[in-house]
């Protein structure tokens, strides 16, 4: 199976390493194949890729625990596949050889209410007892929502309580936009959620919020 790799009329493995080589080198989870994972300016900038890369192929291979004949087998390709990669690297066909593009995940919601609405709605959560609650009441906007939880104090506990009557695309807009403290909370509660926390990482970073009339 594995003596004719020159032959191989589809080299998974060389497709397969493509992606895991530089996962392993920038200390990411190579069984998840996760090209958003792969930092491109980080392999751009990098004078010294081949040999890091090299080093890469070479934990893998005790990562993996090949026997002699697959790593034979894996040894045969690791010069051709490095050279692509460097090749990509050197001309900035990064984005080609790994398909990322530039995506959006569009998030649509109402507009924000009016600045004096917003500031009644502030000084009556300064009172207020279950302030979850009257957020989720008095808002239909999760712009206004991002803005409250800047201006009101919450709890960790009321924080949470909010993360859980979100859908996933508006905790990853509440990811993306809030700051370390909020984040932080937020990173505890999608923790637990089944299915849910790979999702939100790896594609936060693309939503993008759009009022509507």
């Known amino acids: 199976m594995f003596d004719d790799y020159e032959n191989t009329p589809l080299n998974i493995a060389e497709i397969i390493l493509i992606v895991i080589i530089p996962l ?12 958003l994972d792969i930092a491109l300016d980080i392999l751009y900038n990098n004078k010294n890729l081949k040999q890091d890369l090299l080093n890469a192929y070479d934990k893998i291979k005790l990562k993996l625990n090949f026997n002699d004949k697959i790593s034979d087998y894996f040894d045969k390709t690791i010069t051709e596949i490095v050279n692509k990669i460097l090749y990509s ?21 109402h507009k924000k209410m009016n600045n004096k609405d917003y500031i009644n709605l502030v000084n009556l959560l300064k009172d207020e007892e279950n302030k979850v609650n009257l957020i989720i009441k008095k808002t239909t906007s999760l712009i206004d929502i991002i803005d409250l939880l ?52 790896n594609n936060y970073q693309f939503v993008v919020i759009k009022e509507i009339n």
Not at 24 to 35: A, G, H, R, S, T
Not at 168 to 195: H, R
């Open 24 to 35: 392993e080198y920038l200390n990411k989870d190579i069984f998840e194949l996760n090209v």
């Open 89 to 109: 690297t050197k001309n900035k066909m990064l984005e080609t050889l790994y398909k990322k593009k530039n995506k959006e995940i569009i998030y649509y919601t």
């Open 150 to 201: 800047n201006d009101v104090y919450l709890s960790n506990d009321e924080l949470t309580q909010i993360f859980s009557k979100l859908q996933i695309i508006e905790l990853m807009v509440i990811k993306k936009y809030y700051n370390k403290y909020i984040n932080k909370i937020l990173d505890a509660y999608i923790s637990k959620k089944n299915n849910c926390e790979k999702k939100i990482i």
